[in-house]
């Protein structure tokens, strides 16, 4: 009886290997295949390249002590070429491609490698940083070839495939699931919030190619590894977020920042995650709708905010002139919602918020160099009391640089205060007499 079932077991073992040798090609085409067809041609290598040309130090310090102090150190310049290889996707029919911003960071000549063997160039649209997001255009004489984005939320568990140029191996096609959703992500420089985790296989080269459904959808764009010895731990901007940046770039050249009039900090009360309304502007949303300072925020459009870096992530993106859904508790605990709606930072308010949050207020002045009078930014005035004045600033210091980019008018100033508002946080470089020293507020 034994042996009969034996040879039974060989034989249907025999009619699988057989069946499976002799598989037609109907057989063989799942999902994973079909949804790879429909969107391969859609998925685009990046590279870019810039000749780097610096000083022994390209800080902003070393820069001021040159141009301010002839003994200010000059040291040689050297030249040589940055390549960066990434992946991308084409989500518009008319040639808009969108990858990661750390991608095309700094690249001064942006390619992009076609499925059918064209090499593009391409024109960078605008960036967004802190959703490390990157919008490129290439031309063509006829409609290219797209994915879609996906409208609503992948479930846990799906199929997820990636597609990219990982390591330089063109149109690599891995898959997996999509393994969580709504993730937070800290890295030295910024956080990233409700992105998803995959396990399929997201290598170097990566970075900027979609995540894919079945449906050929784009789910998410690949971000991230987790990790140098993580397996199976990777990361992707959900699409949502990528259709509201995206837009944003290719209307405007950059995503216009929300602004309803108030600043928010974390409370400290970390068991409660508190995110209190510090400040309120009297001329904003948010004065209009009639919130005051002490108020806690506990969601924006029905999502929990934790902390304060998640309230602004997301509202970073909301396109202008849309409500924006608040749900606070009053300190007796009451709650209650307020809906604002969704302006633009204005710039002209730029100073007046800085001096409501720092103390310090700035003028366009003149100052002797070692190459003549050059114009500078100089301390005005410093609120007693204040953020400011408790470091220690004082009347005709005279701020170098804000967030390290270098500045030297109020304009400038203006455009890095509405950067830094996005963040909550400004940083200014400040020099008295032969001294330097960096100082950090909250916005």
């Known amino acids: ?26 057989e063989r085409r799942t999902p994973v295949v079909i949804a790879a067809e429909k969107v391969k041609a859609a998925v685009v290598n990046i590279s870019s390249e810039v000749l780097v040309s610096r000083r022994a130090s390209g800080d902003p310090a070393e820069r001021f002590f040159q141009q301010f102090f002839e003994g200010g150190r000059r040291g040689g310049e050297r030249r040589f070429v940055q390549n960066s290889l990434g992946s991308g996707v084409i989500i518009d029919p008319r040639g808009y491609v969108v990858t990661n911003y750390h991608v095309i960071a700094r690249g001064s000549r942006v390619r992009v490698g076609m499925s059918d063997g064209r090499d593009l160039l391409a024109r960078v649209v605008g960036t967004d940083p802190s959703s490390d997001l990157a919008v490129l255009e290439v031309k063509s004489d006829s409609p290219l070839p797209f994915a879609p984005l996906f409208q609503g939320e992948p479930m846990i568990g799906e199929t997820a495939i990636a597609i990219g140029n990982p390591f330089g191996l063109s149109h690599t096609v ?15 420089e910024v956080s990233y919030y409700d992105i998803i985790q995959t396990d399929a296989s997201i290598n170097p080269g990566n970075s900027g190619g979609p995540l894919l459904n079945v449906d050929g959808e784009v789910i998410g764009i690949n971000s ?33 920042e929300v602004w309803l009039g108030l600043s928010v900090a974390n409370s400290g009360e970390e068991e409660h995650h508190r995110v209190l309304v510090v400040d309120v502007d009297p001329a904003g949303p948010a004065a209009r709708g009639g919130l005051l300072t002490n108020l806690a925020v ?11 870096d998640e309230l602004r992530y997301r509202l970073h993106g909301v396109p202008l002139g849309e409500s924006v859904k608040l749900e606070l508790l009053r300190p007796e605990g009451t709650p209650f919602t307020a809906e604002l709606k969704a302006e633009e930072f204005p710039l002209a308010r730029a100073e007046s918020l800085l001096a409501r949050a720092t103390g310090v207020q700035l003028a366009e002045s003149r100052a002797r160099t070692a190459f003549g009078s050059v114009r500078v930014l100089a301390v005005k005035s410093v609120r007693r009391g204040s953020p400011a004045a408790r470091v220690g600033l004082q009347p005709e210091d005279l701020v170098v640089a804000v967030n390290s980019v270098e500045v030297d008018s109020l304009e400038q100033l203006r455009q890095e205060i509405r950067r830094a508002h996005a963040s909550g946080r400004i940083s200014l470089l400040v020099q008295r007499g032969m001294a330097l020293e960096q100082v950090a507020f909250q916005l």
Request: proline content about 4%; glycine content about 10%.
């Open 174 to 188: 891995t898959a997996g699931v999509v393994s969580a959703l709504h993730r937070q992500l800290k890295t030295d």
């Open 224 to 256: 991230a590894i987790y990790g140098g010895d993580a397996k199976g731990i990777g990361f992707a901007i959900p699409a949502d977020r990528v259709r509201a940046i995206a837009a944003s770039i290719i209307k405007f050249g950059e995503v216009r």
């Open 298 to 308: 506990s969601a924006v459009n029905g999502a929990p905010v934790a902390d304060a």
């Open 1 to 26: 009886m034994s042996s009969w079932r034996a040879r039974c077991a060989l034989a249907v073992c025999c009619w699988l290997w057989a069946s499976a040798a002799y598989a037609g090609p109907a």
